[in-house]
């Protein structure tokens, strides 16, 4: 069964470091992953989606890597600001669903000014 | 901008009440969800739509139940609403084929059962 799990449950930083969120996964066998970022009270919006095939994705000062031997995916956030504040969560979907999507959850960051 | 909305950010009910939660989206998307996110757990998949009038259940639909009349909306109903119920009720969709996949969330249904 794929299990998720994202570790710092919670992270505070300072503002203007570069940063890094983890995200795991049991089973390799996934057909990509996808980040997330939660505002609080709010829904979800998609910050990068990585295929299985690829290696990285990048947007702006965001970029996802993904590593399916190990199970691991990490968002690295470069000169971190306060708005970048938020629930950061993971996704993988699974080669054998057209639609389902495993989570994790959640890193809760706060940017600290 | 794909947009998916929630009929209600809020609400309160008692225990033993028929709940009913909707949510639209306006990009003719043929896939709907409907989550519950609790802290700690992540989002749990309560239940999916993949076209008019079907459905597949979750993870967890124990309790609930859904209804797509039409493509652009669908409903999540509590048949008779208990305090565990009292969670975050997040609604997606998405297109259903092609690639990249990528889900379109809505703002959030934030429900309290006393």
């Known amino acids: 069964k794929q299990e998720v799990t994202q570790i710092p449950a919670a992270l505070s930083v300072p503002e203007g470091e570069n940063l890094v969120l983890n995200c795991s996964f049991t089973?390799?066998?996934?057909?990509?992953l996808q980040w997330f970022r939660q505002d609080p009270g709010k829904g979800l919006t998609s910050l990068l989606l990585?295929?299985?095939s690829q290696r990285e994705q990048t947007s702006g000062r965001l970029n996802a890597s993904l590593d399916k031997s190990s199970g691991r995916s990490t968002l690295y956030i470069a000169a971190s600001q306060p708005g970048d504040s938020a629930t950061y969560l993971c996704?993988?979907?699974?080669?054998?669903?057209?639609?389902?999507?495993?989570w994790g959850a959640g890193t809760k960051l706060i940017i600290k000014p | 901008d794909v947009k998916v909305t929630q009929s209600s950010r809020y609400l309160v009910k008692r225990t033993g009440e028929k709940v009913f939660l909707e949510c639209v989206q306006d990009?003719?998307?043929?896939?709907m969800f409907w989550y519950r996110q609790d802290p700690g757990l992540g989002l749990r998949l309560i239940y999916f739509?993949?076209?008019?009038?079907?459905?597949e259940k979750g993870d967890i639909p124990e309790g609930y139940s859904v209804s797509r009349e039409k493509k652009e909306r669908f409903s999540l109903i509590l048949e008779s609403a208990s305090t565990n119920q009292t969670s975050m009720y997040l609604c997606?969709?998405?297109f259903g084929g092609g690639e990249p996949y990528e889900q379109y969330f809505g703002p959030g249904t934030r429900l309290t059962v006393t």
């Open positions: 997606a969709s998405s």
């Open positions: 990009m003719d998307h043929e896939n």
């Open positions: 739509s993949y076209d008019v009038k079907m459905k």
């Open positions: 089973d390799s066998a996934i057909y990509n």
């Open positions: 990585i295929q299985s």
């Open positions: 996704a993988v979907r699974r080669v054998d669903s057209n639609y389902q999507l495993i």
